[in-house]
Nanobody, 130 residues
Framework: QLQLAETGGGLVQPGGSLRLSCVGS???????????VGWFRQVPGADSEGISC????????GYAEFTKGRFAISRDNAKKTVYLQMNTLKPEDTAKYFC????????????????????WGQGTQVTVSS
């Protein structure tokens, strides 16, 4: 079964940048690049927030309003990896960030909803603080 693992989180000062990675692995890793992938974030006690989604071919469905041009999603299928570049980070961006695999190669119409994705990783914590 395909597995997803996120890395790249950590503590960063306001205004700083981080690049998160979502790597597909497992016996089905050869097919990891077949699927669309979304990025989400969640803080304790709140619902998850969809950030963006990228298709298997690299088409981007859009970004959540709160990113306001600060975040960028991309993928490198040769590396079975989807990235989330985050710039100009703010304290309110503090959350656990995780990636989710779609059922098909295209992003779901309701890509901002986690329940339309098939599986997701454990997440990586991002803390923005001075």
């Amino acid at each position: 079964q395909l597995q997803l693992a996120e890395t790249g989180g950590g503590l960063v000062q306001p205004g700083g940048s981080l690049r998160l990675s979502c790597v597909g692995s497992g016996f089905a890793e050869a097919t990891a690049d077949y699927y669309a992938v979304g990025w989400f974030r969640q803080v304790p006690g709140a619902d998850s927030e969809g950030i963006s989604c990228i298709s298997s071919s690299g088409d981007i469905s859009g970004y959540a309003e709160f990113t306001k041009g600060r975040f960028a999603i991309s993928r490198d299928n040769a590396k079975k990896t989807v990235y989330l570049q985050m710039n100009t980070l703010k304290p309110e961006d503090t959350a656990k960030y995780f990636c989710a695999r779609a059922t098909y190669g295209f992003c779901p119409t309701a890509w901002s909803r986690l329940d339309v994705f098939e599986q997701w990783g454990q997440g990586t914590q991002v803390t923005v603080s001075s």
